[in-house]
């Protein structure tokens, strides 16, 4: 009973925190995390506006966007080059961002949450206001493989589609941390 109330207490200072902030993209300082099994931390039965959804974290040089809809990080830039799934994997395990590692390719589910499905004939199916920069837009790589060891699965960030592909072929990389990290 006694976590509950602390995670209660610590929902309630979260909260507070959180509503103090104005202004699409803010930059802000990272709290400590959050227990992610709390349900104040990530909730499924709201829908946050786009500057409450995406905090842009000075802790990490503002390179790093946290979702609070997720409680996932991700990179602020995703990177523009294209590269096959292994090296897909490998980038992001390698990447360090203002010398924080434990960065991953993200799992399909995991990639999808970040579309906006009200957003259509655009470059990217992104929330309108969102702070990512380098012009999100075309084909990226999931770690998802669905069980076929020679295809995994991609998104099509103009349209929302995912696709189960070939991991030869090459497409952007969008790295992220945090969540389950498992192979979805």
């Known amino acids: 009973m006694e976590l509950k109330l602390r995670r209660i207490i610590y929902g309630i200072i979260v909260g507070s925190v959180v509503a103090l902030r104005v202004g699409p993209a803010e930059v802000v300082q990272a709290q400590s995390a959050p227990d992610r099994s709390s349900s104040f931390a990530v909730s499924w039965n709201r829908t946050l506006p786009t500057e409450a959804r995406f905090i842009v974290l000075a802790n990490f040089n503002s ?3 946290l979702d609070q809809d997720t409680g996932l990080l991700w990179e602020r830039s995703p990177r523009t080059v294209l590269a096959d799934w292994k090296a897909a994997r490998s ?5 360090a961002i203002d010398g924080q590692r434990g960065w991953r ?3 399909i589910v995991e990639l999808t949450s970040l579309l906006d499905p009200s957003i259509q004939d655009s470059d990217a199916m ?3 206001g969102h702070p990512f920069l380098n012009n999100p837009s075309g084909f990226y790589w999931s ?7 020679s295809k995994a699965w991609h998104l099509h960030l103009s349209n929302g589609h995912v696709h189960l ?3 030869a ?3 952007k990389v969008w790295c992220v ?3 389950s990290g498992a192979d979805q």
């Not at 980038?91 to 990447?95: P, T």
């Open 177 to 179: 941390r945090g969540g």
């Open 126 to 128: 992104l929330p309108v």
């Open 165 to 167: 592909t070939s991991k």
């Open 169 to 171: 072929s090459t497409f």
């Open 105 to 107: 390719l993200p799992s």
């Open 143 to 149: 770690v998802s493989t669905d069980g076929e060891s």
């Open 63 to 65: 390179e790093a966007v």
């Open 91 to 95: 980038s992001c395990l390698n990447r």
